[in-house]
């Protein structure tokens, strides 16, 4: 076990040294969010209106959300690439721990959106978005981001591992991840969708993670009334409780799939 | 000095410290291997020998565990490289046939990584790592990614990182694709030394005259089975004593010089039109160059140059496999 978390370090290690060298990483991790803070909190901030409150802060959750969920296609992207340079094969015939090489990556990609979500929250406090609950509480609202983004990771991690080059994770990525984003409450309150949408929106993860994270950043308009569905009214239970569920399923087997991976 | 995870095997000459019993592996409808044995004895180097699409990334694929055979079973130190493959792990250094290198990370990272997940401390992966760049004349560099490298500098940190642990047996997939000659000697030098501490290697190659210099044993590999093995001097040995070369001023010459070296011929005949130029194994070498010259004189063929020389393990392809390697490797 120590020696697994001792490789899982060094490949962890490995991808952070990344960070400053490969522009692509950049403009992933904080040009983008950055760019996504200011886009929504001027193009729609400021023309719709949500009653009693202030839908620049509204957004600003939601935009968290999707863009740790987008971050963790990083995961897959990342793994991608180190099947395709041969990098896979040479860590597969190291006396190293099996696991480490997801397990370090799906590490390294958590610091990669612990750093979106910090530029991100900076870009947002300068466009008027504040805290308006407890410390305790936000902190706990932003370790949700970070441990659901984290156990996508391991979901992508699988993805990664199984596509033949890195740039189809962004098409297969891309077709799954836009409605898993929008069909949810992380842009408008999920009470205004039609029938099924709405449905699927209250239970979809996003949703509850965006929900969740509204509720502990104090960012609820004032009078919205309570969520009548379960998930939602559970939100930090249920975003909880389905993180720990991928990871369950997906870590075994993007374990397995790293160990059969580079056949040549 | 420990590193945690190198498995240490006694030098024990009598044991082999790899061997392969009736490997075979097909893709689809390819047959990439079909029934190889091997038997490297430790210590020694065995050169596998083939041309492209033979098996021998294959072959290499299995005996470091990167892929399971279809059929067939190996062991490396003893150890059975399906059943055990992470003890097989520790006893190895690979270093494939395409450079697996992280080109974002300096030249020392990448191998500071690699001693580290060998089980390494970080001083002593730096320690070795310092080492091997100064022998491989790469120190300067140390500090840039290695996406600045070129391709044989990134060929020669992967190398070096199938080195860095000092594994028992090493594993090396064309080396020297891709060195100048002057690294390929280098890197030739550092097998033989790693091979004189009782290190045992396993390594394929296209250069002929890489495994002329440096294996013991060569196994001749065809479509996925040895056609052939021995030493150098052993293959040599069967495809016959000398060779005799003609380099004609004119290719339109060749045939009726092809029909003249039957005469002397005691295996079979080469030529390479463009070059103009014909090769023939022969039994008495002085003997037949007299005969061939005065031959050809009299029949006014135009030479540039003619000569006898001992045969290369090119004739030992040409002989085996019908094919002349450097067409089948380009
Ligand atoms: N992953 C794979 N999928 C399908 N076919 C494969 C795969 N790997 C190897 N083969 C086939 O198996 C055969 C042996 O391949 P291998 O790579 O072992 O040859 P090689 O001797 O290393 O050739 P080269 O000198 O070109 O490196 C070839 O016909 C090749 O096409
Ligand atoms: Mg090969």
Redesign the interface.
């Known amino acids: 076990m120590s ?1 697994m978390i ?2 899982a370090l ?2 962890a ?2 991808n952070l ?2 960070i400053g ?2 522009p692509e990483v950049m403009v992933f991790v904080v040009v983008q969010p950055l760019m996504f803070v200011l886009l929504f909190a001027y193009v729609f901030g400021g023309s719709i209106d949500i009653p009693g409150g202030n839908y620049r802060e509204f957004l600003i959750a939601g935009i968290f959300a999707q863009t740790v969920v987008f971050g963790a296609t990083f995961t897959a992207s990342g793994l991608a690439e180190d099947v395709q ?3 896979i ?8 721990s ?1 696991s480490a090489v997801v397990a370090g990556r799906t590490a390294s990609d958590v610091v990669y959106n612990l750093l979106s979500i910090v530029i991100m929250s900076l870009a947002g406090f300068a466009v008027g978005w504040r805290i308006r609950g407890s410390i305790l509480d936000a902190v706990i609202g932003y370790l949700l981001l970070l441990f659901f983004s984290y156990s996508f990771s391991w979901v992508m991690a699988c993805l990664g591992l199984m596509v033949p080059t890195p740039e189809v994770v962004n098409n297969a990525t891309f077709i799954v991840l836009f409605p898993l984003t929008f069909i949810a409450n992380t842009f408008v309150p999920s009470d205004n969708l039609p029938g099924v949408l709405r449905t699927i929106a209250e239970w979809n993860p996003v949703s509850t993670l965006t929900h969740a994270v509204r509720v502990r950043f104090g960012n609820i308009p004032e009078g919205t009334p309570e969520p009548t569905s379960w998930p939602l009214q559970n939100a930090t239970l249920y975003s909880l409780g389905f993180a720990l569920l991928l990871i369950v399923i997906f870590a075994p087997i993007a374990t397995r799939l790293y160990q059969r991976t ?3 | 000095m420990t590193i945690s ?2 498995t240490d095997i006694a030098a024990d000459p009598q044991n082999a410290a790899v061997v392969a019993t009736g490997l075979t592996k097909r893709y689809g409808g390819v047959v990439a291997l079909d029934g190889l044995d091997l038997s490297v004895p430790t210590g020694t180097v065995l050169g596998l020998l083939g041309p492209n699409g033979a098996g021998k ?1 294959t072959a290499v ?1 299995i005996l ?4 399971a055979p279809d059929s067939g079973s190996a062991r490396v130190a003893g150890v059975d490289v399906v059943a055990q493959p ?1 003890r097989v ?2 006893l ?1 250094g ?1 270093s ?1 046939q ?8 300096t030249a020392t ?1 990448n191998l500071v ?2 001693g ?4 390494m401390r970080r001083k002593e992966a730096l320690r070795r790592t310092n080492d091997l760049l100064e022998r491989f004349r790469l120190t300067d560099s140390a500090h840039r ?1 290695l996406k600045t490298f070129s391709g044989g500098m990134r060929r020669r940190i992967d190398l070096a ?1 199938a080195l860095l642990a000092d594994p028992p047996v090493l594993f090396l997939d064309e080396p020297t694709t891709g060195l100048d000659p002057r690294s390929r000697g280098e890197l030739w030098d550092v097998i033989r030394e790693r091979v004189g501490a009782g290190t045992t290697v396993v390594l394929t190659t296209q250069y002929l005259e890489e495994a002329d210099q440096l294996a013991d044993e060569i196994v001749v590999i065809d479509h996925g089975r040895a056609i052939a093995r021995g030493t150098s001097q052993e293959l040599k040995r069967r495809i016959g004593g000398e060779h005799l070369d003609v380099h004609l001023a004119r290719a339109e010459d060749l045939a009726r010089v092809e029909a003249v070296l039957r005469e002397v011929a005691i295996g079979a005949i080469r030529t390479e039109t463009e070059e103009a130029l014909i090769s023939v194994p022969v039994a008495k070498g002085v003997e037949a160059l007299g005969t061939v010259m005065a031959e050809l004189t009299a029949q006014n063929v135009e030479i540039v140059d003619i000569g006898l020389r001992r045969p290369t393990l090119d004739d030992v392809f040409m002989e085996l496999t019908g094919q002349k390697a450097q067409e089948v490797a380009s």
């Open positions: 020696g001792r490789d060094t490949i290690r490995r040294i990344r060298r490969v340079k041969g990098l094969n040479r860590f597969r015939s190291l006396p190293m099996r580079g056949k040549r | 995870r190198i990334t694929s470091t565990t990167l892929i992470q792990r520790s190895i690979l494939g395409y450079a697996a290198v992280d080109e974002h990370l990272e990584m690699i580290c997940l060998y089980g990614p990182g």
